[in-house]
């Protein structure tokens, strides 16, 4: 058999050596061009043990985000935000030791075509990408052009996923496997969701890849369940509602550390 | 004259207009772009829809409730004084004179009846005009569902009126305040909506956009209003089938079921758009809402806004299959400004004593405009689908005359 994590890409291998150590794993989002200087959210985000950081190309009309990340999305917009911008802004930084992974709608991957997008991807020193409304059954065309762009394409599976179409999502998706854990948008919620548990089960049953429950997971408490059935955990609406209401790299830096917190506790515990 | 390609002979491909490619494709537009969802619940759509279609007694049931509670078949009416100005001899299809005053409820009662037979108890829509809305509200309460529809709110100020319509025939009328506040960003929101609520909503999309099945669901139940003109044309008219099938386009449904009538006859389609919201004419390939079609769209790729003062046409895309029928050169799209829609609509009023929608209203503007001209030669037969009544519009009406 071949050794997965040699033929991973680099954001999975990331992922797999850090999961490895038993390690839970954080990936917070950002929207790209949110302030003038948002590229410091991205090293507060590293210097507070993110795992991956995620970073959202707005969109005008983004059908699977709830009000805050549509919200934040219009702000950048606003300010004048777009693809060209945001990648010229990452491409300035100097490397955080951390995996860039964006995320964006279908229409934006091809705008300019989808080899265009993924080689300024790279250009940038992004690694990895998620599209929402890209899912499986018409990913073919992208698949092929991000993995010769060596852009790893991250799809998401759905508690309403049959078992073997997940099967397919966790052979094809490169990164990790982006675990939608409940039926709805993005945005806080005071629970996790009770689809999180199972879902993420069924996906265990199919592959060893990383699996990373997002959707909903906006609190400490909510991190260390979600750690219970998954590798880690996207936080986006509750990250972003905080930029919203004016908070800066430091408060982040701060958030972002009771989640760190979280996830290291629950993977000390016996299992 | 501005946006009007030559004329190429009608291609007559055999399966035009019938069933898409596999995974809903219309040549390259098309698709399920959903999120995963809503995958689920599409395959479900589609096959219980594919079930009831092959099922007479599915279509025997909506035939009569076509026929029992929306009042057809409409009539096809000669437009007699003015084609004797325009020099043609325009035939109207009159969606108008169906119960709600569109076509919208074709396609309402269509779905409607397929939710309950998918054991579903409620249903979710968007609409500009309210004309949709109206419909879906009209069928809910005939079928004992309930209804929730999202509407920008801009449109909730300009169609006042069927905004009370809606909640007197018992529907929840949810305003969207994202975005331009239309038509746009109420499909935004109901599919938003309909991700949370798959298990006992069916989102009942109002023209033929939106993921596969949709656009081929939503077409074959407007065909009947192409399949009825068909008939009728064939009683009515010397030639059997006209030289030029028109109608407007926002996404274009009431087109894609008058042309499916006449796309293997040498009959010219014509879908007519607003000036400020002509996906077809103008748009560039891209991905919203769930498929692949033609968009506005700006230098980066954001979907701009549509304008138009017909709310139903404020539609910055168009479905998947008008952009394959373009491709093809089958179907030309042409666009018409508001001014001359307005034009048309006091027109059709004067002379013929029919108060248009402003949407049908650029069907006509572009007969008008065109008529006598190589676009489209003086004694021409012309069969132009009225998709709707204009009472929702005499306050817009009332402002500007
Ligand atoms: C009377 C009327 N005509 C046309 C339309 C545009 O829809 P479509 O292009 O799907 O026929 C609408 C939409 O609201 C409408 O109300």
Not at chain 2, 18 to 40: D, I, N, Q
Not at chain 2, 70 to 83: E, I, K, N, Q, Y
């Amino acid at each position: 058999m071949t050794n997965p994590t040699l033929a991973a890409g680099a954001v999975e291998r990331h992922l797999r050596a850090r999961r490895d150590t038993g390690r839970g794993l954080l990936m917070p989002y950002v929207t790209g061009g949110i302030t003038p200087s948002w590229t410091d959210y991205l090293r507060a985000f590293a210097a507070a043990g993110a795992d991956a950081i995620e970073v959202g190309l707005p969109f005008s009309d983004p059908t699977l985000d709830g009000v805050t990340i549509q919200q934040a999305g219009d702000t950048a917009l606003a300010r004048g935000a777009s693809t060209r911008r945001i990648l010229a802004e990452l491409s300035g930084m100097p490397d955080l030791g951390v995996p860039l992974v964006a995320s964006t709608y279908y229409n934006l991957v091809l705008h300019d075509g989808a080899e265009a997008f993924c080689a300024a991807l790279r250009r940038a020193g992004v690694g990895g990408l998620i599209v929402p409304d890209l899912p499986v059954h018409e990913a073919d065309e992208l698949t092929d052009v991000a993995a010769a762009a060596g852009i790893e394409l991250v799809l998401l599976a759905s508690p309403v996923t049959p078992q073997p179409r997940l099967a397919e999502i966790s052979c094809r998706s490169r990164g990790f496997v982006y675990a939608v854990s409940l039926m709805g948008t993005t945005g806080e919620r005071a629970a996790l969701a009770a689809s999180a548990a199972e879902l993420t089960e069924r996906i265990r049953r199919v592959t060893d890849r990383p699996v990373l429950l997002g959707f909903g997971i906006s609190t400490p408490d909510q991190a260390r369940e979600a750690r219970r059935h998954a590798d880690g955990v996207v936080v986006g609406a509750a990250v972003m509602r905080r930029v919203l209401d004016g908070a800066g790299p430091d408060d982040l830096r701060a958030f972002l550390a009771t989640l760190r917190q979280a996830l290291d506790q629950e993977c000390d515990r016996p299992r | 004259m501005r946006d009007v390609l030559p004329w190429c002979e009608p291609v007559l491909l055999d399966g035009t207009m019938g069933e898409p490619r596999a995974r809903g494709r219309f040549g390259e537009y098309g698709g399920r772009y959903a999120p995963e969802s809503l995958v689920e619940v599409c395959r479900e759509v589609d096959e219980a829809f594919r079930e009831a279609w092959a099922d007479p007694g599915f279509r025997g049931a909506l035939a009569r409730l076509l026929a029992v509670h929306a009042g057809r078949p409409t009539p096809l009416t000669p437009a007699g004084r003015l084609s004797e100005a325009l020099g043609v001899r325009l035939y109207l299809k009159r969606e108008d004179l169906t119960h709600t005053g569109s076509h919208k409820i074709n396609n309402v009662l269509g779905q409607a009846l397929l939710a309950t037979r998918m054991g579903r108890r409620r249903l979710i829509a968007e609409t500009g005009a309210g004309q949709h809305g109206v419909a879906t509200a009209t069928a809910a309460a005939l079928l004992g569902l309930e209804a929730t529809v999202f509407m920008g709110e801009r449109d909730i100020e300009r169609q006042a009126l069927n905004v009370f319509r809606m909640r007197m025939l018992g529907a929840e009328v949810v305003p969207v305040t994202a975005g331009s506040r239309t038509l746009k960003d109420a499909t935004s929101e109901a599919m938003r909506h309909w991700v949370g609520a798959t298990g006992d909503s069916h989102y009942c999309v109002g023209s033929v956009v939106g993921p596969d099945p949709y656009p081929w669901m939503v077409r074959e139940f407007q065909r009947v209003i192409g399949d009825e003109a068909r008939g009728q044309c064939a009683a009515e008219l010397r030639t059997g089938v006209p030289d030029y099938v028109v109608a407007c386009v926002g996404g274009g449904s009431n087109a894609a079921g008058t042309f499916a009538g006449f796309a293997d006859t040498p009959a010219r389609l014509v879908g007519v758009e607003a000036e400020g919201g002509a996906g077809a004419a103008r748009g560039r390939l891209g991905v919203m809402h769930g498929c692949r079609s033609l968009f506005l769209q700006d230098d980066d790729g954001q979907i701009t806004q549509a304008h138009s003062i017909a709310a139903g046409l404020d539609y910055p895309g168009v479905g998947p299959e008008h952009a394959h029928l373009r491709d093809l050169g089958r179907a030309r799209y042409v666009t018409v400004t508001d001014d001359e829609a307005v034009g048309a609509a006091v027109r059709l009023a004067r002379t013929e004593g029919i108060v248009p929608a402003l949407e049908s209203a650029h069907a006509l503007a572009w007969v008008i405009r065109a008529a006598g001209g190589g676009d489209l030669p003086a004694g021409s037969t012309v069969l132009m689908t009225l998709s709707g009544r204009g009472d929702k519009d005499v306050s817009t009406l009332k402002e500007l005359l």
